[in-house]
């Protein structure tokens, strides 16, 4: 009997928290509390500007500790942050690589480094506009690039042109501070010695002599210290050893040309990783469409014009579509293609998302009149 009465005890016991767990909101689960965290945006404020080059600035951004960012989150150098901002009252955001040492989120200071670029919404306001002193909302750091032990070989070459140095900055000086246990070379490759970004740290790393080093190509001038000219077989060939990894960022063009000479050296495709930070097509015809965004409070009809994603469109009409890595990497600004038809250029979708109609609008451009559904 006693038996009984313990196993009714225990029965009525566990009756209650099933019953007191399905009486839980939904947004008290642990699924949606990781969700948040994911979407979570730190506030920033601008701590230093610091002028690399006459278009070129670095931004020192620190926690905001008087707001709900008391700590930001640690990264991974080749790691980018997304920066929120209004401009021409439209709420934009642009990825940016982090360009500091990984070591410096433990103090809560991100570094990003921006170049001015024709026709550049975000970073020409950037440049122009932001002030020490100012707060910036960001997104918590993410995407895959830069150098991973497990998948990589000890011989790291880095290959940058421009603005593109960014990432291995932050390489090396996670290198240097023993993250990593590898050899860096970086080949970098800026018009004249006054585009040169960091021009003061990379004398201070290569004066180590350690195990990173940047060789510095000026393809403009001639200059006592530097390469001249495009990267050729002769400059890469001392640094390529048996088994190779080759990061790069920079241009397209810089991609196109370093392929056909990374191929004279019989380095594997799978060895060879790049950042994606432009997403471009050429309609053979410009138009220009009309975009109906179904929100879940609103309606609204927007041109779009065909040589320009579904996001830029929304961007510009004011409307705050989410986005974050902006190259269709991410997935956060997946939404559901209600009618019409896209391009999408360079994203891979999952089978049930592209059996459900979802597509990435940071790399959508148009092909007939559209209806997207956002979430928001
Ligand atoms: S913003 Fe990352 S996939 Fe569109």
Not at 15 to 40: C, G, H, Q, V, W
Not at 116 to 144: C, F, H, Q, T, W
Not at 189 to 199: G, R
Not at 308 to 326: D, F, N, W
Request: proline share 5%.
């Amino acid at each position: 009997m006693e038996t009984v009465e313990k196993l009714e005890k225990i029965k009525k016991e566990r009756e209650e928290i099933i019953a007191s767990f399905s009486k839980k909101p939904l947004e008290d689960t642990y699924l949606d509390k990781e969700t948040k965290k994911i979407k979570s945006i730190y506030h920033t404020i601008v701590t230093d500007i610091k002028e690399e080059t006459p278009d070129v600035k670095t931004f020192t951004l620190t926690a905001d500790k008087n707001s709900d960012t008391p700590s930001l989150a640690p990264f991974k150098a080749g790691q980018y942050i997304t920066i929120h901002v209004t401009v021409d009252n439209s709420p934009v955001t642009r990825a940016y690589s982090l360009s500091s040492a990984p070591s410096l989120a433990n103090k809560d200071i991100y570094k990003i480094t921006i170049k001015r670029v024709e026709n550049g919404l975000v970073s020409n306001y950037m440049l122009d506009n932001i002030k020490v002193g100012d707060k910036l909302d960001v997104s918590k750091p993410a995407g895959d690039f830069g150098y991973n032990p497990i998948r990589d070989e000890e011989n790291v070459i880095a290959i940058a042109g421009g603005s593109g140095i960014t990432p291995f900055m932050s390489l090396a000086w996670a290198i240097l501070e023993g993250t990593y246990d590898c050899n860096l070379t970086v080949f970098y490759s800026v018009k004249t010695e006054e585009d040169i970004i960091f021009k003061k740290e990379i004398e201070e790393i290569n004066k180590k002599k350690k195990n990173v080093k940047f060789i510095v190509t000026l393809t403009r001038e001639e200059k006592e210290g530097y390469l001249h000219g495009h990267l050729t077989r002769e400059m890469l060939e001392p640094y390529i050893k048996e088994f190779n990894t080759v990061l790069m960022c920079g241009p397209k063009e810089l991609y196109r040309s370093m392929n056909e000479l990374l191929n004279e050296f019989n380095i594997p495709r799978k060895s060879v990783h790049y950042e994606n930070f432009f997403v471009e097509y050429e309609p053979d015809e410009k138009t220009t469409y009309n975009l109906k965004v179904v929100m879940k409070e609103k309606v609204e009809t927007i041109p779009c014009r065909n040589d320009e994603t579904l996001l830029v469109a929304m961007e510009r009409a004011g409307i705050k579509a989410p986005s974050l890595c902006r190259v269709g990497e991410c997935g956060y600004c997946r939404s559901r293609l209600l009618e019409g038809k896209v391009k999408m250029i360079g994203a891979s979708l999952k089978k049930a998302e592209a059996e459900n109609d979802y597509i990435h609008p940071c790399v959508s451009f148009p092909d007939s009149d559209i209806v997207l559904k956002l979430d928001i």
